[in-house]
């Protein structure tokens, strides 16, 4: 008899129409590598050093206002420009290259050095949801950007510069590779079945809740059945809505809400400020309606045992494909139980 708690197998990611390898009996196999317990460096409010705290320099020379809610500015190091000519480059089509225009932003949350969506106030993370509505209004009007992708790199081991709580907006010209796959997925479902993919997902899940971690009136936190990283979550809007522009007040309040739980449960498996990267999915803004989009948001964080023992994606997943022990639905019971 197979047994789906203990048998290998592999699972599909209707989103991306990829598959995940899971073993979930390598759980038991012995592990003798470190597993401490590390003390949480506290940081102070207001730190001199730190190039997004109000008054400071940042390092092309340029002094942050004293600002008190949130604060947005101009990448000063941007992996693209607004100002970049059009320029397409083919050769036989085996070399490829085309010209991306772009605009970068970096996005403080708050003005405290040591605060983190985890421990913010309702009020203070509904600021920072309407920064991201704004932004996403304000970058997505523009006619060289068709798509604003809003991302968070939480923690030294995801490679974020600074714990001061922020997060980045790189808004492009095309469509970055994931939400292409992701948006000829949706398509293709709504053209065979003449439903949401994500509306349809989030039933299943509500209905099961092995997989829930979270859920308030407006959104759901799961661990995705096809779920690669081991403590993986996406939060999914419970409301067929396209874009966090289409968010009511209380929407807005609500995305607040799970997103101070959902970070407040990470920080509390290992009791670390859990890294991760996270970011939100939905409608490109080249002007048409999308309705094949749903608004959701991806966490990825990499810690696998503790607070310093991370999952890497190397050996059979570089050349194959991404393989899991731990299954999704222990993770999320582990989620639930902290
Ligand atoms: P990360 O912590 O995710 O690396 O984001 C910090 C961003 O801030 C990074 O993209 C930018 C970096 O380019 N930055 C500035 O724009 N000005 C600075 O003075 C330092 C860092
Ligand atoms: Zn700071």
């Known amino acids: 008899m197979f047994d789906w708690t203990q048998d290998p197998h592999r699972r599909y990611n209707p989103l991306t129409r990829e598959w995940v390898l899971v073993s979930p009996h390598r759980t038991q196999r012995p592990w003798q590598g470190q597993m401490e317990e590390t003390a949480a460096a506290l940081q102070p409010a207001f730190d001199p050093e730190c190039y997004l705290c109000p008054g400071n320099a940042r390092a092309g020379g340029v002094r942050n206002p004293a600002y008190t809610s949130t604060f947005?500015?101009?990448?000063?190091?941007?992996?693209?420009?607004?100002?970049?000519?059009?320029?397409?480059?083919?050769?036989?089509?085996?070399?490829?290259?085309?010209?991306?225009?772009?605009?970068?932003?970096?996005?403080?949350?708050?003005?405290?050095?040591?605060?983190?969506?985890?421990?913010?106030?309702?009020?203070?993370?509904?600021?920072?949801?309407?920064?991201?509505?704004?932004?996403?209004q304000e970058l997505g009007a523009r006619p060289e950007i068709n798509y604003v992708q809003i991302f968070e790199n939480r923690g030294a081991m995801m490679g974020a510069s600074n714990p001061h709580p922020?997060?980045?907006?790189?808004?492009?010209?095309?469509?970055?590779?994931?939400?292409?796959?992701?948006?000829?997925?949706?398509?293709?479902?709504?053209?065979?079945?003449?439903?949401?993919?994500?509306?349809?997902?989030?039933?299943?899940?509500?209905?099961?809740?092995?997989?829930?971690?979270?859920?308030?009136?407006?959104?759901?936190?799961?661990v995705p059945f096809w779920a690669v990283w081991p403590f993986e979550t996406m939060v999914i809007s419970k409301r067929h809505v396209t874009a966090i522009d289409q968010l009511t007040g209380a929407e807005r309040d609500q995305l607040a809400d799970i997103l101070k739980r959902t970070t407040a449960r990470y920080d509390r498996v290992f009791n670390v400020s859990f890294p991760y990267s996270m970011g939100f999915h939905q409608r490109p803004t080249d002007g048409a309606a999308h309705e094949e989009h749903h608004l959701h948001l991806h966490f990825y964080p990499p810690l696998l045992r503790s607070a310093t023992v991370?999952?890497?994606?190397?050996?059979?997943?570089?050349?194959?494909?991404?393989?899991?022990?731990i299954t999704p639905e222990a993770a999320a019971a582990r989620l639930r139980s902290v």
């Open 72 to 136: 947005v500015f101009d990448n000063d190091f941007a992996a693209l420009r607004p100002g970049t000519p059009c320029e397409e480059f083919d050769l036989n089509g085996i070399l490829l290259a085309r010209s991306e225009p772009g605009l970068c932003r970096v996005v403080c949350f708050a003005p405290q050095h040591n605060l983190t969506m985890a421990n913010m106030d309702p009020a203070g993370l509904r600021s920072v949801v309407d920064t991201w509505v704004e932004q996403f």
């Open 166 to 222: 922020h997060c980045q907006i790189w808004s492009s010209h095309s469509l970055p590779n994931e939400i292409a796959k992701e948006q000829e997925s949706l398509l293709a479902w709504r053209e065979a079945r003449g439903t949401c993919l994500l509306c349809d997902y989030a039933g299943v899940e509500r209905s099961g809740a092995e997989r829930v971690v979270e859920e308030n009136e407006g959104f759901l936190t799961v």
């Open 310 to 325: 991370r999952k890497f994606l190397v050996g059979f997943e570089m050349l194959g494909m991404p393989q899991r022990d």
